[in-house]
């Protein structure tokens, strides 16, 4: 019986000759081999399914700053790559935004790749098969042979694994540090050498770089060496190798210090986001994912905000504000979150809690639960997360019930190392927010006692123990029925018009114009009170010239409620607002000069879109008392860019009738009623501005160019000199008054004004 149950959970009897022996090797050899080949053929047909995807060569959010970062590193830009918002890459002047090991990961992929995205998907897919073999040598040396293989074989199909390795995330590559800690770790436990001991803090490291969260294993992985080496040596000694893993650790981290010093002033661990990563995840209004509802500290909460954040809270505050101040400033806010209100504080850490073990994929970046189910390749692989877990709390209980007397040996020293690290980590993501992507590296922890429950399992059966297997199977089934009971509710509404909009928005981007309609559509379908999605289909109706249609999806959307009126401004400003944003800049620049001619010369800028654009806005005006301010006011630059003076003058009007103190837009009725000849109405209206703005130094300039325009000199150098009272700095005034007096500069002849 004991050599069976030996062979079945440790893959080999005792006393296997060397021929034996080598056979095994052989077979696991080749057992191993199958077993990549199946790996790699689910990663090249997830892969070509991934080239399909609009994210494929267009990521977004986490992945696109990873993507500019590694580029900028290696210059392989795209031709039509747009750099990030700070940039090409990481500032030089701030500490880190992400931890810094998997950008760099992938820029040596694209430098091996020649920047190409399907090389650095499959690189990392790649990655994810040597995970597989280094999950097969830890299994084989603490579990035995069938485990290891079991393991192996989780690593290879498990469709969570594969999903992430088609990610520009640092999923996989957390994963490789990880694995390659604890076969150091392993190593040093066997071979009694220091210098495992050294690279095992080396690799952790690295492992801190790519995830800093597990830094809070650091600690425990060193006072577990010291505690085996007092064991062992009884003797000072025992403090070496937990020295040399911490000196191990420093070097491998000393180079990301080093780099945040000199860039901030600061000894910045890791990435400054600590501190706003914990608000996000304690305060009234977080929810357990990542959420912000805050923007009165500007920004959306993002790493890439800090530095906006930093500004927009110095000047709140008063202060220059570090790295470590706005870290801290947040830290603090949530530390008096949960001291003034610890039962809703408590009860959001049991919400986190249960949502990181439960049975959805919460959404971050993307929504994993529809990516998966909308996969004809990872739809199609049995198993989920649930039944991942009942495997790993049925292996953990018998590993632990039966290795029970041996605990304290070296032998069981390192499986239960593995469990407190699976523990560390859900720890250490708890007190911050959650979703799929943290929770993603534990797989190969859970899928290596899940292989060693199984087989355990097996041997009872074996063994004839019929009864035990039977109370297993049955404790199995009921583990897995809790582990699949939503505890949070999931809202599956939400994700499908997530996933659809964020995919509409996507294809829009790379041009896709059709395809970003379908996915709007959809949208919609999934929830009919998706404001955004009602304007992003009707503006890619319109640009696919599909305007009939367009107007259609805006009056549609007034069914969702009277709010929904707005889709008429949303999509008629989209055409307009750029037209608009020519015009006020050139007016900015020099309002005596404006309107300015490239702009009304006829057919220029005379698009449909445009035309449409309008259209939408007149609509708008007509259904939405509310909006019409705004309404004439894009009406007017609009007929003003098309160089439809007279459409545009009374558009100004009635801007000008429903906002007496908009003193742009009345500066610009004004310039335009002096273009049409029709000056005295343009004092006019310049002078009731006055009269609710008397301090307007740009106000009195503009009558002054009125004034001008009417031959009327003396009156306008008056109103120039009162502009220039009230702002001294007012350039374009005095240049004006000067020109008005005849005290011009020499430079500045008849000829050269003319």
């Not at 191993?32 to 990663?43: F, V």
């Not at 304290?408 to 927010?433: C, I, K, N």
């Not at 309404?631 to 007496?660: F, M, N, S």
Request: glycine content about 8%; some cysteine; charged content about 20%.
């Amino acid at each position: 019986y004991s050599a069976r149950m030996h062979e079945v959970v440790q893959g080999d009897p005792p006393g296997l000759s060397g021929d034996r022996t080598r056979r095994r090797i052989e077979i696991d050899a080749f057992v191993l081999g199958a077993i990549l080949l199946i790996g790699a053929g689910l990663r090249c047909a997830y892969l070509h399914e991934l080239e399909q995807s609009p994210y494929f060569s267009l990521p977004a959010i986490d992945p696109a700053f990873h993507d500019d970062w590694a580029r900028a590193l290696t210059g392989l830009y795209p031709a039509d790559a747009v750099p990030g918002q700070y940039g090409p890459g990481q500032p030089a002047n701030e500490p880190f935004m992400r931890p810094p090991a998997y950008p760099h990961f992938l820029a040596l992929a694209y430098l091996l790749t020649r920047g190409s995205y399907l090389g650095a998907y499959a690189a990392q897919m790649g990655l994810g098969l040597v995970n597989a073999v280094l999950v097969f040598f830890l299994a084989r040396r603490m579990f035995g042979r069938a485990p290891a293989i079991l393991s192996a074989f989780g690593m290879a199909v498990y469709w969570a694994l594969i999903y992430n390795e088609g990610e520009l995330h640092a999923v996989v590559l957390m994963i490789f540090f990880a694995l390659l800690l604890f076969l150091a770790l392993q190593q040093w436990l066997f071979a009694h050498k220091s210098g495992w001991g050294f690279a095992a803090g080396v690799v952790m490291g690295l492992l801190a770089l790519t995830g800093p969260v597990t830094l809070a294993f650091l600690p425990v992985a060193a006072l577990w060496m010291g505690t085996l080496e007092w064991r062992r040596l009884r003797s000072r000694r025992f403090l070496v190798a937990p020295a040399l893993f911490l000196a191990g650790y420093a070097l491998g981290v000393l180079p990301a210090q080093a780099r945040n010093y000199w860039a901030s002033g600061d000894w910045v661990i890791m990435a400054p986001v600590g501190g706003i990563n914990f608000f996000i995840g304690n305060n009234p209004k977080a929810t357990g994912v990542f959420s912000w509802d805050y923007p009165e500290y500007g920004g959306n909460g993002a790493c890439y905000e800090f530095i906006e954040m930093r500004h927009v809270l110095g000047k709140k505050l008063g202060r220059t504000m570090s790295v470590r101040d706005l870290s801290d400033f947040f830290r603090d806010k949530a530390l008096d979150y949960i001291r003034e209100r610890p039962k809703d504080a408590l009860r959001l850490t049991l919400k986190k809690a249960l949502m990181f073990w439960g049975p959805v994929e919460w959404r971050h970046n993307k929504a994993v639960e529809l990516d998966r189910a909308h996969s004809a390749v990872l739809s199609r692989i049995p198993g989920d997360f649930p039944a991942l877990l009942t495997l790993f709390l049925l292996g953990s209980v018998l590993f632990i019930g039966q290795e029970r007397r041996r605990l304290a040996d070296r032998e069981a020293a390192l499986p239960l190392l593995l469990l407190v690290f699976v523990a560390v980590y859900f720890l250490g993501y708890v007190p911050f927010f959650v979703n799929a992507q943290f929770r993603a590296p534990l797989a190969p922890f859970l899928i290596l006692f899940g292989a060693y429950g199984l087989c355990r399992v097996a041997s009872f059966g074996m063994a004839r123990r019929y009864v035990l297997a039977a109370g297993c199977i049955a404790g199995g089934g009921l583990a897995y029925a809790v582990c699949s009971f939503p505890f949070v509710p999931y809202d599956a509404q939400d994700d499908r018009c997530f996933w659809h909009f964020d995919r509409g928005l996507s294809f829009s981007k790379l041009g896709k114009t059709q395809d970003a309609i379908a996915e709007y559509r959809g949208a919609i379908d999934a929830d009919p009170g998706c404001f955004a999605a009602y304007t992003n289909l009707a503006r890619a109706l319109a640009l696919d010239g599909q305007y009939d249609a367009a107007m259609s999806v805006c009056e549609q959307a007034r069914s969702a409620g009277p709010t929904f009126d707005w889709t008429y401004f949303d999509v008629g400003d989209k055409f307009v607002q750029p037209f608009a944003k020519a015009l006020d800049d050139a007016f900015a620049k020099d309002p005596a000069a404006w309107p300015p001619a490239l702009l009304t010369e006829p057919g220029l800028s005379a698009t449909r879109e445009v035309a449409f654009g309008l259209a939408c806005l007149r609509r708008f005006s007509e259904i939405c008392p509310e909006g019409r301010r705004a309404a004439y006011q894009a009406l007017a630059k609009g007929y003003a860019a098309l160089g439809q003076t007279v459409d545009a003058i009374e558009a100004y009007a009635q801007a000008a009738a429903l906002c007496p103190t908009c003193q742009t837009e009345r500066m610009q009725f004004a310039a335009l009623l002096c273009a049409q000849k029709r000056e005295d109405e343009a004092i006019s209206t310049l002078r009731e501005a006055l009269a609710a703005s008397p301090d307007s130094a740009s106000l009195q300039a503009a009558l002054g160019l009125a004034l001008v325009r009417a031959n009327r000199a003396e009156d306008a150098a008056r109103a120039f000199r009162r502009a220039l009272a009230l702002d001294p700095e007012l350039a374009w005034a005095r240049e004006q008054l000067i020109r008005v007096e005849g005290n011009r500069p020499q430079a500045a002849t008849e000829s050269s004004w003319r």
